[in-house]
């Protein structure tokens, strides 16, 4: 037997460069992967903070050619679509997810959680032609209404998975000690279970509100889009993701900056809530355990 | 006991929850049924040459699927292509080689890749990523391999690479995170038997980890496609819309979601509707079908090991 | 003497496994039954029978007569939940709500009943606390959440939740076999206190526990009643051999 401290064979150094080499592409590979983040982030910033006032946030939009100017209406809009979807998308959703972690077994329940997942996965721009059919064509025109619901589709699902796994982390023991105590089922579920993971319920919802807060595909023939501030939410209405697009494949340099401009706003909101969310979450779990 | 009039609240309450938990079965069906009406009188008039007509012209009101199909599938499998080994990088950086603080930091930014809007992604892509195609990369392929079809032609910037790059990058995410837990189910053992034979740490990877995972790695990839496919936004923003087959990743062209938010808008007459309707059911009948096949796998690799999510 | 509890031929299943094979018994005022059997004898689904928590369980099945105050708990016209406000119950882990106040956790019942009234509120929850044993130990946090007490606090904070409703009856499920042994003796010596208050019916795989603490002791094997009868003569002459080997440790 060679002994331990003996020379290594040239096929040794070869499987040694070979380990260095993949480990070296690997770690690599990882930083070019999230160089686009640091590039987004750079350039958003650095485009977008020109344009960043008070005015960004209160006024019209410009007309093509002046400088200055703002998404005020695009901002109202987008909260007055966000906040419409939220109020139909949350309940429907947390109702999903309570039915299939407390009234949902066996072979139909697996179905609908295959169903929810599915619909899940159905691209957002084929809701929006969905709800183009459904609410937009009846209704004679483009809506915050009709924006409001395709964005409530894309959420519901999101929102029943994120329900259902948290109270599927409630012990069973808990839900006999209520229904032992005479409580009717639905105030056990309400009262005791619901309200007990009341907190990690609503961060399944906040981050359905943040995901949806960027969409825009679904807006497009749904709310469409305003130059001026919308009357009623059922006018077309400017959203802040639709105003990002038109104005970035417009032709206009200042519009274009104006996109970048929108974009930080959009990015600062999703990031904001998304790291208040993570770390009330982390908290959460460090009282915990 | 008292017998006062019996309670039905607990009944009330179950019918509305079960109304609205089937409500999603009764949406997805509405979604098929829906699209599928608009879009009938296409499908009447054209049949299944709808799928290989290489010609898209409302005004004379011929309307053929094949290049904006050829657009989505070649733009997600380049997606594939560059974000699966991608994926599988990350997973293993983070599950085999870096300490738990590396490991913090990563997937959370991570985490922030998947968090940005693809509107945005769209923006920097059409200012940034575009720009420097045109002016680097698709010069540069171009001159050492343009003998190959592939790199073949003029650097638009705009064009089938750079909507795959982007797609690469918005799926890399999903890709790694699962990925990530199939990774870590993967029992230590493995580990220990690969090093105890002697195998360095790229071969224990290579050999205990991934070869092992070959299947969930797969699924993964199918539900990474899944997301591909239907992106629109990002997509429409960079791959120049202009309906046509051309071998060479530096061409532009267009894909089914971003045929739609191009034109559904400003349809011009119904039969116009009716086919980005049909593009629309094209997209979500294969949406489904990618999904399902996907979860198919998942299911398969977690009976078959007990692992994984 | 009435019975309190009548049990004729209770049969129950769970999906098509039979668990209970038809048990008939009687429950006095204030007895202290105990029931002991080797672990999956139906022990368990035999007080879950009696509020009728055992068909909460999918695929699961109840067959044949529990009289409460000679009134059949399985009637048709019977709502569980007036079944299961008579009697309490008091499980094997100690499980306050999460997320809920000591105060919270014992006046939830009356409260998710309808009851508002503070002061009734405050009246219910330091009787019932003070029955637990447990006043003196929280009566200067009971804003605390529940989950903040040991594990035998917790254990009695669950038996003042089950006495807030006042019940005739008080059901265990092997309430100490997840508790250090302080706790345990503390639990068994409130229960000599409880006896006064409510009948109790409990299952325990501890026999010196069911001889300490019972009045009448049924044994169970297989989903069937072996042997029932006041727990002196059990544990000193039991007229079954099965019960014999078993209490002699000869199997189980």
């Known amino acids: 037997m060679k002994s331990l401290s003996s020379a290594l064979s040239f096929n040794d150094y070869r499987r040694k460069l070979i380990n260095y080499m993949m480990i070296g592409l690997i770690v690599l590979g990882a930083f070019v992967a999230l160089a686009p983040l640091f590039s987004i982030f750079y350039y958003v910033i650095e485009r977008g903070y020109h344009n960043l006032s008070w005015t960004f946030f209160t006024s019209l939009p410009a007309p093509i050619g002046e400088s200055g100017g703002g998404m005020g209406n695009a901002l109202l809009g987008s909260l007055k679509i966000i906040g419409m979807a939220t109020l139909l998308g949350v309940p429907w959703g947390i109702a999903t997810g309570v039915y299939l972690s407390e009234y949902s077994y066996g072979k139909s329940s697996k179905t609908l959680r295959f169903v929810i997942d599915l619909l899940m996965g159905v691209p957002s721009i084929v809701i929006g032609i969905f709800i183009f059919t459904v609410v937009v064509r009846p209704m004679g025109g483009f809506s915050a209404y009709a924006g409001a619901v395709a964005l409530a ?12 796994e948290m109270l599927k982390t409630v012990p069973i023991h808990y839900r006999e000690a209520g229904l032992a105590l005479g409580i009717q089922r639905w105030k056990v579920i309400l009262f005791i279970l619901v309200r007990g993971k009341w907190g990690a319920i609503m961060t399944g919802v906040v981050l359905g509100v943040a995901r949806i807060s960027g969409e ?6 749904t709310s469409l889009n305003n130059q001026y501030w919308s009357g009623s939410l059922k006018d077309p209405t400017s959203s802040l993701p639709v105003q990002i697009y038109t104005y970035s494949i417009s032709p206009y340099e200042e519009w274009q900056m104006q996109a970048w401009t929108g974009a930080l ?8 809530i998304n790291l208040v969310i993570r770390s009330f979450f982390s908290n959460m779990r460090d009282s915990r355990d | 006991m008292k017998k006062k009039d019996k309670d039905f609240s607990d009944k009330i309450f179950y019918w509305i929850l079960k109304i609205l938990g089937y409500g999603t079965m009764v949406l997805l069906a509405a979604l098929v049924v829906v699209l599928l009406k ?15 007509l290489n010609d898209w012209n409302p005004v004379t009101r011929v309307f053929g699927a094949l290049p904006f199909i050829y657009g989505t599938v070649v733009t997600s ?17 983070v599950t085999e080689i870096a300490n738990s603080k590396i490991k913090k930091i990563l997937s959370f930014l991570v985490e922030m890749l998947a968090a940005i809007p693809s509107v945005v992604y769209g923006l920097w892509g059409l200012f940034v990523l575009v720009p420097w195609l045109r002016n680097s990369v698709e010069p540069f392929l171009g001159k050492y391999l343009g003998f190959i079809p592939l790199f073949y032609g ?5 064009g089938v690479l750079a909507a795959g790059i982007i797609l690469a990058i918005m799926i890399v995410p999903t890709v790694s995170s699962i990925c990530r837990e199939i990774f870590y189910s993967v029992p230590n053992l493995f580990r220990e038997g690969a090093l105890a034979l002697g195998a360095t740490h790229w071969e224990m990877m290579k050999l205990a980890v991934v070869k092992s995972s070959v299947s969930g790695i797969f699924g993964a990839s199918i539900l ?13 923003m960079v791959i120049g819309n202009r309906p046509q087959i051309s071998p060479s990743l530096f061409s532009p062209a267009q894909t089914l979601a971003s045929l739609i938010a191009n034109e559904y808008n400003e349809a011009s007459n119904s039969s116009h509707l009716a086919a980005l309707t049909a593009m629309g059911l094209v997209l979500l009948m294969v949406s489904l079908a990618v999904n399902t096949f996907a979860k198919i796998i998942q299911k398969r690799f977690q009976m078959r090991t007990g692992v994984g999510k | 003497m009435t019975n309190l509890v009548e049990v004729n031929n209770l049969k129950a299943w769970i999906g098509e496994q039979q668990i209970l094979k038809g048990i008939s018994l009687s429950v006095q005022h204030n007895d202290v039954l105990a029931i002991i059997g080797p672990s999956g004898c139906g022990k368990s689904t035999f007080i879950r029978c009696l509020n009728r928590l055992h068909e909460e369980i999918i695929g699961a099945r109840v067959e044949g007569e529990v009289k409460i105050l000679n009134e059949n708990i399985y009637g048709s016209t019977v709502d569980p939940v007036r079944v299961r406000r008579q009697i309490g119950m008091v499980f094997q882990k100690p499980n306050p709500f999460p997320s809920l106040s000591i105060y919270d956790n014992v006046a939830i019942g009356l409260k998710l009943a309808g009851i508002r009234r503070k002061s009734a509120l405050d009246e219910v929850v330091e009787r019932s606390l003070k029955q637990a044993a447990l006043w003196d130990e929280v009566k200067d946090k009971l804003r605390m959440p529940g989950t903040s007490l040991s594990g035998g606090q917790q254990q009695r904070l669950c038996i003042a939740r089950a006495l807030a409703v006042n019940p005739p009856i008080l059901l265990m499920d092997e309430p100490t076999s997840a508790l250090d042994p302080i706790s345990k003796a503390k639990i068994e010596t409130l229960l000599q206190d409880l006896k006064r208050y409510v009948t109790i019916i409990m299952v325990t795989h501890n026999m010196q526990q069911a001889s300490r603490v019972s009045s009448k002791t049924a044994f169970f094997l297989l989903g069937e009643l072996i042997e029932f009868g006041p727990t002196e003569q059990i544990f000193t002459q039991p007229k079954a051999k099965l019960t014999e080997d078993y209490i002699t440790g000869r199997f189980g």
Do not use: D, H, Q, W
């Open chain 2, 154 to 158: 003029a650097p638009y910037g705009v």
């Open chain 1, 216 to 221: 825009t595909a679904p807006l497009l023939f």
């Open chain 2, 38 to 52: 608009v879009s009938f009188p296409i499908f009447e008039k054209f049949g299944l040459k709808f799928f290989i």
């Open chain 2, 77 to 93: 499998l380049l997606a594939i292509v560059i974000a699966v080994p991608v994926s599988i990088g990350i997973a293993l950086f």
């Open chain 1, 265 to 272: 706003v959009l990015i600062i909101f999703v990031f904001l």
């Open chain 1, 153 to 164: 589709i894309i959420m519901c699902p999101i929102i029943a998975r994120s329900t259902e």
């Open chain 2, 224 to 236: 990474g496609l899944g997301r591909a496919l239907g992106e629109t936004m990002a997509v429409t």
